[in-house]
């Protein structure tokens, strides 16, 4: 994902009943098992339900026989959408909301936060990981297998190349680093194979190794793609495909959905091989929104990623639920990546209130038909407290502030508004795909001379917008001067969670995560972890 994204909040309602009748198993005595899929830096306007010229058939063919979550929202960057997905908490709560987490940043995701496969365990789940992390590697205690992944096949940072996994490190110079990793060592065999037939292949596996293995255990297996991240790379094959496509970017970028296609039809081909797929939940969602710069889009909504207006936080969405009695369903209630480890545990047979006082919300009934709208009325994005930096995100230079948005049903149709207050961040335009571009991201690669965060002004002092994203999902019309009252009673609410949040956790990269002081392999061993 992209660096630090501009100072930002968003707070959306709908009306929402919330029923819990009594916990039980969902399809009979055994619990279902959970695939969960992750794009990288997939945009609205970059898959076939969105956009047919996009091929992507299997993914196509489990969204159209599941349910389409037509508000899917996520942070607009990586580590936070991804710390939201584990913990079920807002970025704010857990101290991920300012930035991603760089290759040698000395930070990870707190070790006091049980996390999405750790919940899924006490449940009886048997629970592997296969592709990125990006939750933190400095100290053991923030790898994945210390984190409730039996196993872990994948790579630490945020990008690399696809095919050598290679990136160079940020501080301390020397050649490229390698990070393709087998638990909590380098898997060096992974050179030269590219990442999603990776992905693809490790997942087969692990299906077939639990199947003949422990039969009697229901599987969680987490599958966060490279693909459609920069740099764009695919092989030929794919990207021949699109032979109409003029833009060579969104040519390359369109050949590597493709790809990760693929690998999602041999995960379902093996599923079904070993007779798991009719008792296996498939969910799909990307992190963030596309990256124009690097080939993506997001058309026709207003954005990119690593900003807060609609393209940078409406992301393509789905579940595929094969017991579920009412399928092949398009739904318009929001849902939020925190809603997924409740509902997900709730799934798992579980009572989600012991989950404790999360921001998720339990949306199960839902996802398998059982009502029509969804019980989430309003959420929360994000409260950026920290000015963003120069040069740590050569994508787009989002302005310093504080950016806080709010929606809510009072006055006008359910769901309505969403407010914005600051910047919203760059680029803000509609950026068709024909203007898609690439370019290299050189200065992605470490926070530029961080050493201290600015004080931050009053956030009263920065301009409010009001958007009717029903209406007008495109952003188009500011509507702050026509509803004072609304604005007035958003902002209050949003107060309310800004004396809730915790410091961000962002720290300068250090010298001593250079992957050449551990024979050119990203290690970890370098930090201390948090808390103490």
């Known amino acids: 994902m992209s660096s630090t994204f501009g100072a930002i909040s968003v707070w959306v309602t709908l009306f929402g009943l919330a029923l819990f009748p009594g916990i039980r198993l969902i399809n009979g005595d055994q619990a279902p098992n959970i695939v969960f899929i992750v794009a990288d830096d997939l945009g609205f306007n970059d898959i076939s339900w969105n956009n047919p010229k996009i091929i992507s058939p299997n993914l196509d063919s489990l969204a159209r ?36 987490i760089w290759q040698q940043e000395p930070v990870g995701l707190f070790t006091n936060f049980t996390l999405m496969p750790e919940h899924l365990n006490t449940l009886g789940y048997e629970s592997h990981a296969v592709g990125k992390w990006h939750l933190g590697y400095c100290n053991q205690s923030y790898l994945p297998t210390n984190r409730g992944f039996k196993s872990f096949n994948g790579y630490f940072i945020g990008s690399e190349d696809y095919y050598s996994h290679l990136r160079p490190p ?25 990442s999603s ?44 495909l699109y032979p109409n496509e003029t833009n060579q970017a969104r040519k390359t970028f369109s050949g590597m959905v493709t790809a990760m296609d693929d690998a999602v039809g041999t995960v379902v081909k093996s599923l079904k091989s070993q007779g798991l797929f009719e008792n296996t939940i498939i969910v799909f969602s990307s992190d963030n929104g596309g990256q124009t710069m690097s080939g993506g889009n997001n058309f026709p909504l207003r954005g990119n990623k690593g900003t807060l207006w609609e393209g940078g936080t409406r992301v393509p969405g789905f579940v595929h639920i094969p017991f579920s009695k009412n399928r092949a369903r398009n739904v318009s209630s929001l849902f939020h990546v925190t809603d997924w480890l409740p509902t997900l545990y709730r799934a798992g047979g579980g009572d989600p209130h012991e989950l404790g006082p999360i921001d998720g919300l339990d949306q199960w009934n839902l996802l398998v038909g059982n009502q029509d709208k969804g019980v989430r009325q309003e959420f929360l994005y994000n409260i950026q407290p920290i000015p963003s930096i120069e040069g740590a995100q050569a994508r787009a230079a989002i302005s310093d502030g504080n950016v806080y948005g709010y929606g809510s049903e009072k006055l006008f149709k359910v769901g309505d508004f969403k407010l914005l207050r600051g910047v919203p961040g760059e680029p803000s335009g509609w950026i068709p795909p024909a203007k898609s571009v690439d370019i290299p991201l050189e200065r992605n690669n470490h926070l530029a001379n961080l050493t201290h965060f600015q004080a931050v002004p009053n956030f009263a002092s920065f301009e409010v917008r009001l958007y009717n994203i029903t209406s007008d999902p495109e952003e188009r019309v500011d509507l702050s001067h026509n509803h004072p009252d609304i604005v007035e009673s958003m902002l209050a609410k949003l107060a309310r969670f800004d004396a809730s949040m915790i410091p961000p956790n962002i720290k300068p990269e250090v010298a001593s995560g250079n ?18």
């Open 515 to 532: 992957p050449n002081r551990f024979n050119g392999i990203y290690t970890p061993g370098w930090c201390q972890a948090q808390p103490k």
């Open 170 to 194: 940020s501080v301390g110079g020397g050649p490229p680093g390698y990070d393709f990793q087998h638990n909590e060592g380098p898997d060096l065999s992974a050179n030269g194979t590219y």
């Open 197 to 240: 037939v990776l992905i693809g292949l490790h997942a087969e596996k692990i299906i077939r190794d639990h199947a003949l293995q422990t039969p009697e255990k229901p599987l969680f297996l987490y599958l966060p793609f490279q693909n459609v991240h920069s740099p764009l790379q695919v092989p030929d094959h794919y990207s021949n």
């Open 65 to 100: 026989n599941g349910t389409i979550l037509n508000h899917n929202y996520v942070l607009p960057i990586c580590s936070p959408t991804r710390s939201a997905l584990m913990t079920g908490y807002y970025s704010v709560h857990t101290g991920r909301q300012s930035s991603v």
